[in-house]
Nanobody, 115 residues
Framework: QVQLVESGGGLVQPGGSLRLSCAAS????????IYWYRQAPEKQRELVAV???????TYADSVKGRFTISRDNAKNTVYLQMNSLKPEDTAVYYC?????????WGQGTQVTVSS
């Protein structure tokens, strides 16, 4: 069983920055990949970024060059640094871990980009 807790969301103006955190209840060395997803109102959940245990990262085209995913193995935490935020980045952001044959999700954190 893996518990994930997201934090760091909030209200920010366009062009601003936020850093989201995803804290895991287990040593993240045991997790091959950790993902950030987001879901805007009335839209499907979409993949934002993923980081592997080896540090390889992948991003959605919509966030490339603005968002950075990273992991701190000592703290069992994955981060999503979000810069140059746009109103269309407004969504609930979730992290996900796959361990074995199971998916584990956090409860989500709301990000609102508005002036």
């Amino acid at each position: 069983q893996v518990q994930l807790v997201e934090s760091g969301g909030g209200l920010v103006q366009p062009g601003g920055s936020l850093r989201l955190s995803c804290a895991a209840s287990v040593n993240i060395f045991s997790i091959s990949s950790i993902y950030w997803y987001r879901q805007a109102p009335e839209k499907q959940r979409e993949l934002v970024a993923v980081i592997t245990s080896g540090g390889t990262t992948t991003y959605a085209d919509s966030v490339k060059g603005r968002f950075t995913i990273s992991r701190d193995n000592a703290k069992n935490t994955v981060y999503l640094q979000m810069n140059s935020l746009k109103p269309e980045d407004t969504a609930v952001y979730y992290c996900k871990a796959i361990r074995g044959f199971s998916d584990f999700w956090g409860q989500g954190t709301q990000v609102t980009v508005s002036s």
